[in-house]
């Protein structure tokens, strides 16, 4: 399914996080985790928001940043055990 998807949906603002969770929620981890893997392909310039995001889980802040912003991605990727 990763490969399939257009890259138009993967964008910092886009799908990518809402997509993760299906993943998840579906059973495919693995495949949640070749997203995110996929979105920081095309997205090398959101790794210092991913970054952010995933300290922003570990550190214990509970609910999700503004969504649809790139630090969601990261916090939702820790919060989900993906990464």
């Given at each position: 399914?990763?490969?399939?998807?257009?890259?138009?949906?993967?964008?910092?603002?886009?799908?990518?996080?809402?997509?993760?969770?299906?993943?998840?929620?579906?059973?495919?981890?693995?495949?949640?985790?070749?997203?995110?893997?996929?979105?920081?392909?095309?997205?090398?310039?959101?790794?210092?928001?991913?970054?952010?995001?995933?300290r922003?889980?570990?550190?214990?802040?509970?609910?999700?940043?503004?969504?649809?912003?790139?630090?969601?991605?990261?916090?939702?990727?820790?919060t989900?055990?993906?990464?």
């Amino acid at each position: 399914m990763v490969q399939a998807l257009p890259d138009a949906l993967l964008g910092p603002f886009a799908y990518a996080t809402d997509l993760i969770e299906f993943l998840v929620v579906h059973n495919q981890p693995e495949q949640a985790r070749l997203l995110i893997n996929r979105v920081m392909t095309l997205e090398p310039k959101q790794r210092a928001a991913f970054d952010e995001g995933r300290r922003l889980a570990q550190d214990g802040v509970r609910s999700r940043p503004r969504w649809h912003t790139p630090e969601t991605l990261g916090w939702t990727s820790a919060t989900l055990g993906l990464a």
